[in-house]
């Protein structure tokens, strides 16, 4: 018979919790980013003048052509440091995980020029017992600003790990 864990928080997590990443940074966004991008979203239709046509969008609140929402700037590749591969999580209680969602608020629209920083941080989490025994709900949150540091957006994605 195993052992029942008093808990799932490790060290780690408690000397990492609100320790920022390093910033992953961006190319500069182009119009030609944003217009694919929203030709790839709204495919067979055609997409919104916002993010295509500058005339249209001048005359918009937004006085500007913006992305999508869903607009990833880092979809293209950046230069990233290597990282050291993550040890295999083995077997046992607290050793299986999964996704446990996503939410996201969108605070500034990102437009052509920009360049977007983004860092990440274990936030929080909540542990108690489930049908699936102990378990860990763990929330990190990823902030992107632009080049003038203004919020664009705001991600905390949940994992479950039991």
């Given at each position: 018979?195993?052992?029942?864990?008093?808990?799932?928080?490790?060290?780690?997590?408690?000397?990492?919790?609100?320790?920022?990443?390093?910033?992953?940074?961006?190319?500069?966004?182009?119009?030609?980013?944003?217009?694919?991008?929203?030709?790839?979203?709204?495919?067979?239709?055609?997409?919104?003048?916002?993010?295509?046509?500058?005339?249209?969008?001048?005359?918009?609140?937004?006085?500007?052509?913006?992305?999508?929402?869903?607009?990833?700037?880092?979809?293209?590749?950046?230069?990233?440091?290597?990282?050291?591969?993550?040890?295999?999580?083995?077997?046992?209680?607290?050793?299986?995980?999964?996704?446990?969602?996503?939410?996201?608020d969108y605070v500034?629209?990102?437009?052509?020029?920009?360049?977007?920083?983004?860092?990440?941080?274990?936030?929080?989490?909540?542990?108690?017992?489930?049908?699936?025994?102990?378990?860990?709900?763990?929330?990190?949150?990823?902030?992107?600003?632009?080049?003038?540091?203004?919020?664009?957006?705001?991600?905390?994605?949940?994992?479950?790990?039991?």
């Open positions: 018979m195993s052992e029942k864990l008093e808990t799932l928080v490790t060290q780690e997590m408690l000397e990492k919790r609100d320790q920022w990443s390093n910033p992953k940074v961006s190319r500069p966004v182009s119009e030609s980013d944003i217009r694919k991008w929203a030709i790839a979203v709204y495919w067979p239709e055609e997409p919104p003048k916002l993010y295509w046509d500058e005339g249209y969008a001048n005359s918009t609140r937004y006085e500007g052509i913006i992305a999508p929402l869903d607009f990833n700037p880092f979809a293209w590749p950046v230069p990233v440091p290597p990282s050291p591969p993550t040890p295999p999580m083995g077997t046992g209680q607290g050793t299986n995980a999964m996704n446990g969602g996503q939410a996201v500034a629209a990102i437009r052509p020029g920009d360049v977007i920083s983004a860092t990440t941080a274990l936030v929080d989490w909540n542990e108690r017992e489930t049908r699936l025994g102990l378990t860990l709900f763990s929330t990190n949150e990823t902030r992107w600003t632009n080049q003038n540091g203004e919020l664009i957006r705001i991600s905390r994605n949940t994992s479950i790990r039991y």
